[in-house]
């Protein structure tokens, strides 16, 4: 099992910045990619940002050129830091471990989120 706890989510003005935090605890050499994820109210969960062994990163769209996601694995740290903050980017943001079974079997794990909310 793989515990995840974030951090750092508040109240921001458009244009702002803030950093997220997400710390691994338990078996942590079973993560072959972390993440961020968000969900705005009404919508669905989305991909905010990836990354996967082999520090290769993939990023929304919609956040590419703010967003930058970062792993320290001597502390098992996850963080994302959020640059020209927007109000779309408004939501409660979800820190995201797997661990791949099988082919056909990959086991997620979920932080309980943190609210980000930008004012205009």
């Known amino acids: 099992q793989v515990q995840l706890v974030e951090s750092g989510g508040g109240l921001v003005q458009a244009g702002g910045s803030l950093r997220l935090s997400c710390a691994a605890s338990?078996?942590?050499?079973?993560?072959?990619?972390m993440g961020w994820f968000r969900q705005a109210p009404g919508k669905q969960r989305e991909l905010v940002a990836r990354?996967?062994?082999?520090?290769?990163?993939s990023y929304a769209d919609s956040v590419k050129g703010r967003f930058t996601i970062s792993r320290d694995n001597a502390r098992n740290a996850l963080t994302l830091q959020m640059n020209s903050l927007k109000p779309e980017d408004t939501a409660v943001y979800y820190c995201?471990?797997?661990?791949?079974?099988?082919?056909?079997?990959?086991?997620?794990?979920w932080g309980q989120g943190t609210q980000v909310t930008v004012s205009s």
């Open positions: 338990g078996s942590t050499f079973n993560i072959d990619g």
């Open positions: 995201n471990a797997y661990s791949i079974k099988s082919q056909s079997r990959v086991e997620n794990y």
């Open positions: 990354l996967i062994s082999g520090g290769v990163t």
